[in-house]
């Protein structure tokens, strides 16, 4: 699965990474180090930007490739903070059967944000996730947690015009 980097200004605190250093020394040279460094990361920051992953990388004597490497490949990390307004598109069986691959499209198209990524000043995040369990709605999308359900793309407009 592709991930989208959009330019999001890091606002990480000298606190968050006084925290991450104490994590990367904790685990240096341990076998499997990586993952667990990654994953209290991003409980730190709330996701692994670039920043992030190249303190991770120095402190821990690997390359950046590396860190961005799983970083990237395990769905459990994310490159970009969730926006004020975080709408995720469930693309799980049931829900992409009944067209929620469309209405991903028309966010995309209405919004001009990529599946991934977060708009430059932090409002809006979007992103495809797998089911998230309310199959008998489908297609469903959730905006802040609140859930849409039996949706067509003509429905995806005046959904997202209520957070404007």
Not at 22 to 32: S, Y
Not at 66 to 81: A, D, K, M, R
Not at 84 to 108: F, N
Not at 143 to 163: C, Q, T
């Amino acid at each position: 699965m592709k991930k989208n980097l959009t330019t999001v200004m890091f606002r990480g605190t000298k606190a968050q990474e006084e925290q991450l250093i104490e994590v990367i020394d904790k685990h240096r040279g341990m076998p499997g180090a990586l993952m667990p460094v990654l994953q209290q990361a991003q409980d730190i920051y709330g996701y692994l930007p670039i920043e992030v992953q190249k303190i991770i990388a120095e402190r821990m004597g690997i390359s950046l490739e590396e860190v961005f490497g799983v970083s990237t490949f395990y769905s459990q990390f994310v490159l970009n903070p969730k926006g004020e307004i975080a709408i995720a598109v469930c693309l799980g069986t049931a829900c992409y059967v009944k067209g929620s691959g469309e209405i991903l499209d028309k966010i995309t198209e209405i919004l001009g944000l990529p599946s991934g990524s977060t708009t430059p000043d932090g409002k809006y995040s979007l992103e495809a996730t797998r089911c998230i369990g309310a199959c008998g709605l489908a297609p469903v999308l959730t905006i802040n947690n609140e859930v849409y359900g039996r949706l067509g793309k003509a429905d995806v407009a005046g959904i997202l015009e209520k957070y404007k």
